[in-house]
């Protein structure tokens, strides 16, 4: 049988398939060819139609991006184009009869058995399988297989369109690990987190709502604004709204909230507006408790506020509250007082018995401060032994009625371990408006006062306008003293003091003086008390100790035997190295310490009598002559004489003064203490002494020893000493006996 192409009369081409036999004779002789030529040409032409239709599928096949796979009955690869190979990692014609389950995971083969098994015309299967890959790797799929079937039904095989969704598969973990994160996140996160609605009401809110609120998480429903305390309800709303109007955006703010126990926590809450969002269509709230930070910030604030030590309002508060007070004033038309207490004695407490005692005594001022006063009265230490009292709606007459209260108060004494100390103090007094108009006015003028109180010995002194001239020459006389101690420009004069019984120098008492380059000579009443509140008394004694017993040797060394009487103030009576630097003065000098002799007020000694005791009997032990200064002016001179370690009394000369004016009670004064001196075996001295008459009858009365200006007034050395070459003066016994 041939098929060639024919050639019609009508010039077509037709195709025929021609079908030739032989026929034979009897013999086998071939005689004739018998050809059948039928037209094949529609034939020819459907099978040239699907040849090029198959090269075109195939082509198509082969070329597409996703895998296309042909198995048999029994699911060896009978195609699969070059898409699928590279899907699997392997070669087309590694792939040609092998079984399609030599390429699944294991976990998807009995799945994939089943599929194939089922064999249902007509039905389309999609699943999605994992594949091994050649390298070893897994490679995700979506497979759509269609079942192939002959015309009489019987089954083929499958053809299965496979497509990568590996990275789809990679996104969908990655995604469902990203939301199992996120829910663990919020539902263990420790910040609470709350999804409102437009009109805040509680959608969601995280568990952990019930250990830092009470709450229940579902507990839903609700506003959130039935939770929020009063004073902050205004500022939620605000912030709420303005939330609303800017969808994306956060607000943060911190507020109270109810705990479901009834009391409040302070929160802070970030608002984000996701309204917008299809997943959440709210409001979002993250909410962190921030009650122990707010409270370290109030402990902070207090201690920024308040003084340690006291617990009182400090200057930075009482700046603040003066300002508010006064604003409140302002509005209102009313006065408000301001008080500055200085504690008087203070000092010397601190110096000597140590600041441990010191700052007890502190804490009782301002216990008794607070006790003494009310609620309204706001009571500040602004540092030291200086305190603020703010009065408002006192007037001036309130203000000093509240000082003499405050005064009144100090009087007792304060028991400070085994120390029984007594303490007073000085108040200024400004009044607004009359005084100032603000609050650094109003602190100056009460200091201005208190400095005038003060300088008045305790009590209570009004703000005077003429005062501030006074403080102001104060202030630059402290600053003149400090320059002169520094560059050593004061001086030591000496008066003599005679023995009655010889007539002869005995000793000399050694007072400073300061010549001032503008002012001249300054009394000592002038700038004694300014040394001692601005602490230059201590260096200053020591240098007049130092300067006195240099002098003392070269007065020794020419013959001159007599003592020196230095004066002492309260600060070294207190302070407890004083007894070694004496010792150490004395030493470097070769003096004896029986030829020093240091003179102490009954004030000075009052000020603390246990501490005094204390560095007296060491001096005395030392050897040290020991004076009572200015004696019988003294609030206890009788109960305390007979217990201190002292070797002489130096009456005080407003008795000796009134003697020369023929007073019969001073004389008598003087005439009991020099028997009472006696009987106590001290030796009396007597100052003042102005005329004959008086240094007459002072010896009739037995006084040992007298200085004044009949005698010869404070001198420089060289005046002392040209006065030592000329004086000569009977004896107060030998005028005794004439007379």
Known sequence: ????????????????????????????????????????????????????????????????????????????????????????????????????????????????????????????QHAEVCYRRKDGSSVHTA???????????????????????????????????????????VQHASDVITVLDAAGNIVYQSPAITPLMGYDADDIGSTIFTRIHPDDASAAQAAFAHCLSAPGQSVTIELRS??????????????????????????????RDITERKQAEAALRHQAMHDSLTDLPNRVLVHEHLGTVLAVAQRTVQPVGLLLLDLDRFKEVNDSLGHHIGDLLLRQVATRLKQALGATETIARLGGDEFAIILPAADAAGSTAVAQ??????????????????????????????????????????????????????????????????????LLLSHDLREAIRDQELLLYYQPKVALATGQVCGVEVLLRWPHRVHGFIPPIDFIPLAEENGMILPLTDWVLATALAQSRTWQTAGHNFTIAVNVSTRSLQDPRFPEAIARLLAQQCIAPRALTLEITESTIMADPIRAMDV????HAMGVHLSIDDFGTGFSSLGYLKALPVDEVKIDKSFVLGMGTGDQKDAAIVRSVVAMAHELGLTVVAEGVEDAATYTLLGRLGCDIVQGYYLSRPQSVEGLEAWLGTASLPSGRMLAHSS
């Open 405 to 474: 209260l405050v005064l009144s108060a100090l009087e007792p004494h304060f028991q400070v371990e085994q120390h029984l100390l007594d303490l007073g103090g000085s108040i200024g007094i400004a009044v607004y408006p009359e005084h100032g108009n603000d609050v650094q006015a109003l602190l100056r003028h009460a200091d201005v006062a208190m400095y005038v109180a003060k300088r008045a010995h305790g009590g209570a002194a009004m703000y005077d306008p003429v005062h501030d001239q006074h403080m102001a020459g104060r």
């Open 258 to 287: 109810r705990h479901r126990d009834g009391s409040w926590r302070y929160l802070e809450v970030v608002g984000t507006n996701q309204i917008h969002e299809p997943a959440i269509r709210g409001v979002i709230l993250n909410t």
């Open 143 to 185: 497979i759509s297989a269609n079942p192939l079937f002959t015309a009489e039904g019987d089954y083929l095989g499958a053809l299965a369109l496979v497509t990568d969704i590996t990275e789809r598969k990679r996104m969908e973990l990655d995604l469902r690990a990203s939301e199992a994160r996120f829910r663990a996140l």
């Open 616 to 619: 007296l009997t060491q001096l």
């Open 1 to 124: 049988t041939l098929e060639k192409r024919y050639l019609r009369k009508d010039g077509q081409i037709v195709w025929g398939q021609l079908a030739v036999s032989v026929t034979r004779d009897r013999s086998g002789t071939p005689h004739c060819i018998i050809g059948l030529l039928l037209d094949v040409t529609e034939r020819r032409a459907a099978e040239q139609q699907l040849q090029r239709s198959e090269t075109q599928y195939r082509r198509i096949v082969e070329t597409a991006q996703e895998g296309v796979w042909q198995l048999d009955a029994d699911g060896r690869t009978t195609f699969a184009n070059q898409a699928m190979a590279g899907l699997l990692g392997t070669s087309v014609g590694e792939m040609q009869g092998a079984s399609v389950y030599s390429f699944i995971a294991p976990g998807d083969v009995a799945a994939t058995r089943a599929r194939l098994a089922s064999r249902e015309q007509g039905i389309v």
